[in-house]
């Protein structure tokens, strides 16, 4: 069973270049999400989508952007890489929003030098 | 004030102790409540959730107090294997549905 998968699982990018987190679910979950982690702050929600064409803005969008195509694929955008972008970034999908257990992916951890 | 707030960690205890955490949450209109457990460097995995009865899985047991704002986790037992990162997460329905993780409690459990 995949679950939730990412890529990749390590990334160093220098200040200003972009790039593109991948996720993809093979539940059928109609929502995703991403959050960053950063030490003592716990995850913090950057988008989430609802569906297939739909997505939002969550606590920390600024400097991000996603889109949904399809069911089973999330990917984030970073499109000028700042040092405060230096995370480690998970993304989640679930069966509904907020009252089913959500499945993390196994996380990206991103350096920005 | 932040919308979740959990104990200060870390917790240093021996294998066999019963150990308790505690979260607090701040929006009153909260509508689901879990325990996560997330391990050195891995993805937070479901530990439990949370219900207004209280709930018990094996040695963890889960408690909700709505009027106080309050959960707490009883880990009774330890392992060594429960050393890891506990997550209260919170979520709820105003201004947009949001789910709330807290910055966790970490737990060293030591033979």
């Known amino acids: 069973n995949a679950g939730v998968t990412q890529t990749p699982k390590f990334q160093v990018l220098k200040t200003g270049q972009s790039m593109t987190l991948q996720c993809a679910q093979d539940m059928n979950h109609e929502y995703m999400s991403w959050y960053r982690q950063d030490p003592g702050m716990g995850l913090r929600l950057i988008h989430y989508s609802v569906g297939a064409g739909i997505t939002d803005q969550g606590e920390v969008p600024n400097g991000y952007n996603v889109s949904r195509s399809t069911t089973e694929d999330f990917p984030l955008r970073l499109l000028s890489a700042a040092p405060s972008q230096t995370s480690v970034y998970f993304c989640a999908s679930s069966y509904s929003r907020g009252n089913t257990e959500a499945f993390f992916g196994q996380g990206t951890r991103l350096t920005v030098v | ?111």
């Open chain 2, 1 to 111: 004030r932040k919308e979740v707030e959990q104990d200060p960690g870390p917790f240093n205890v021996p294998e066999g102790a019963t150990v308790a955490f505690n979260c607090t949450y701040s929006n009153s209109a909260s509508q689901s409540f879990f325990w996560y457990r997330q391990d050195c460097r891995k993805e937070p995995k479901l530990l439990m959730s949370v219900y207004s009865s209280g709930n018990e899985d094996g040695r963890f047991t889960a408690q909700l107090n709505r009027a106080s704002q309050y959960i707490s986790l009883l880990i009774r037992d330890s392992k060594l294997s429960d050393s890891a990162t506990y997550l209260c997460v919170v979520t709820g329905n105003t201004g947009g549905f949001k789910t709330i993780f807290g910055a966790g409690t970490r737990l060293f459990v030591k033979a």
